[in-house]
């Protein structure tokens, strides 16, 4: 185990992944082993090994540039690593949901109906009929809170409500596992917020299958607040330099930002930060 301390009354935060979470307590949903990438002549990502866990919320953070959004895509099975390296998940068909920092709405579809036009392009398209797919759209705009707008377009949302439809369209899937990619980067503190706390109420919910979140931020503050642990990237080429484990107790409730086991945890990561 590798343990960073800092001044006495600090907690040790800093882990190795397997001392954090051994594997005899916890299931691995996805494992990433051995990963380097390459575009060309630019090295991104470098013998990147990193489990994630089943019903756990991972937080991603490094320097802009390093390569997280690339990591996500070899989550997402877009990219394949070099030779040597590999993503191995526990399911053999796993059922992934993805939310980028912008909605990415078609402007003549309603919310409702953007909705279904992934649900009918998706892996479930000869599953669900248009009934079907009408519904659980309706449904997964409900878990969202927004089942007053399920005929309204695009421009008449706001940018909050805009990307709360991104999220609905990823739960209407039904996935286990949800990769999202500084969700919530584009928006203000307020809604920033107040979606950092309905996703979490989302991924605690019986109302939803999510088990794993990965969670690519640039936020440090809300990276601690929402994760059970923060993965560390370095710069380019990447790797994973450190774990870090958020000793906050589950759920997470506003208000935990004045806890010292916040704060300290946060002043930690802006010192490994300042580090690179
Ligand atoms: N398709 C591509 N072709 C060539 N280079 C790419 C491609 N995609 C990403 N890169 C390069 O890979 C590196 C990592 O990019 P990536 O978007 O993964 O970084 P990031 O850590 O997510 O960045 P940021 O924090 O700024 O969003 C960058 O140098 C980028 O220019």
């Not at 001044?7 to 594997?23: I, K, N, R």
């Not at 286990?176 to 917020?193: C, H, N, V, Y």
């Not at 109420?201 to 939803?208: A, D, G, K």
């Not at 607040?225 to 997470?252: F, H, N, Q, W, Y």
Request: charged content about 25%; proline content about 7%; some cysteine.
């Amino acid at each position: 185990m590798q343990v960073h301390t800092g001044e006495a009354q600090e907690m040790e935060v800093w882990q190795q992944d397997m001392a954090v979470a051994p594997s005899e307590t916890r299931e691995i949903a996805v494992s990433l082993v051995n990963c380097s990438l390459s575009f060309g002549d630019v090295h991104v990502l470098k013998h990147v090994s990193l489990d994630i866990y089943e019903n756990e919320f991972v937080s991603i953070l490094g320097p802009s540039g390093c390569g997280k959004s690339t990591l996500l895509r070899l989550m997402l099975e877009l990219l394949a690593p070099n030779p040597g390296g590999k993503v191995v998940y526990a399911a053999a068909k796993p059922s992934i949901g993805i939310v980028f920092q912008k909605p990415v709405l078609m402007p003549w579809l309603t919310a409702r109906q953007n909705i279904e036009l992934t649900l009918k392009m998706g892996p479930n398209k000869k599953k669900l009929g248009k009934q079907e797919r009408r519904e659980k759209a309706e449904a997964s705009l409900e878990l969202v809170g927004l089942q007053d707008f399920t005929n309204h377009y695009p421009h008449q949302l706001s940018g909050g409500m805009q990307q709360r439809i991104s999220i609905a369209r990823a739960l209407a899937a039904d996935p286990t596992i949800l990769l999202m990619d500084e969700p919530f980067g584009a928006l203000d503190e307020f809604t920033r917020e107040k979606l950092n706390f309905e996703l979490l109420r989302l991924w605690e919910s019986p109302t939803t299958s999510l088990s794993s979140v990965v969670m690519v931020t640039h936020s440090i503050q809300e990276s601690v607040i929402m994760s059970d642990r923060v993965v560390m990237m370095s710069p380019r080429p990447a790797g994973v330099e450190d774990i870090l484990t958020v000793p906050l107790p589950r759920p997470r409730e506003v208000g935990m930002e004045e806890l010292p086991a916040f704060y300290q945890t946060v002043k930690e990561l802006r010192k490994r930060v300042k580090h690179q």
